[in-house]
């Protein structure tokens, strides 16, 4: 299985921050990654797919780079909102593993 | 509008089977990758299962022989057959849909499944 890991697991910030978020994979896995943004109680919620392309209605403060086995999520002006946890997936081979996730809370 | 309505979750003794529920409107299920993810408490995702419109069926290692993923398109719901739980099977399970290429880009309101005696 394709092991996702991400960094940092904990990160405090305050609005208007820049925050980056890094996903690394076991092997490569070409640009088949997507991250998810995450509220308490809430079904995860699809930010990037494919590495970089913005799902619709998504904020374009948020971006995603990278390919083969190190991927970025940045957010260019942290709102009130962001604060959440984000994860990334594998979509290149089963099983569709996520990372750990990254909590970003309010400093 | 698309919405996958979820139904089925609750409490079971380790060993019982239970069968979640996930009714689609605003697309069709057999067009697309239909999964289940699910998430322990105060845990991360974790991936279980996906059903393709071929027909087409993968697991993750964890549930393999012992969960069931399948769709019945008269009703345009996807299901999941959950025997032989065990208490590490508690989770919230999400059901969530999936163009080949793309991302989890809708996802059911989910349901607990709590596996104690």
């Known amino acids: 299985d394709i092991q996702l890991t991400q960094s940092p697991s904990f990160l405090s910030a305050s609005v208007g921050d820049r925050v980056t978020i890094t996903c690394r994979a076991s092997?490569?896995?070409?640009?088949?990654l997507a991250w998810y943004q995450q509220k308490p109680g809430k079904a995860p919620k699809l930010l990037i797919y494919?590495?970089?392309t913005l799902q619709d209605g998504v904020p374009s403060r948020f971006s995603g780079t990278g390919s083969g086995t190190e991927f970025t999520l940045t957010i260019s002006s942290l709102q009130s909102e962001d604060f959440a946890t984000y994860y990334c997936?594998?979509?290149?081979?089963?099983?569709?593993?996520f990372g750990p996730g990254t909590k970003v809370e309010i400093k | 509008e698309v919405q996958l309505v979820q139904s089925g979750g609750g409490l079971v003794p380790p060993g019982g089977s239970l069968r979640l529920s996930c009714e689609a409107s605003?697309?069709?299920?057999?067009?697309?990758?239909m999964s289940w993810v699910r998430q322990a408490p105060g845990r991360g995702l974790e991936w279980v299962s996906v059903?393709?419109?071929?027909?087409?069926?993968f697991y993750a290692d964890s549930v393999r022989g012992r969960f069931t993923i399948s769709r019945d398109n008269s009703k345009n719901t996807v299901f999941l057959q959950m025997n032989s739980l065990r208490p590490d099977d508690t989770a919230v399970y999400f059901c969530?849909?999936?163009?080949?290429?793309?991302?989890?880009?809708?996802w059911g309101q989910g349901v607990l499944v709590a596996v104690s005696s």
């Open positions: 059903i393709y419109s071929g027909g087409s069926t």
């Open positions: 092997q490569g896995i070409s640009r088949y």
């Open positions: 494919a590495a970089s």
């Open positions: 969530a849909r999936r163009y080949p290429g793309e991302g989890y880009d809708f």
């Open positions: 997936q594998q979509l290149d081979s089963y099983p569709y593993t």
């Open positions: 605003g697309f069709v299920v057999d067009d697309l990758y």
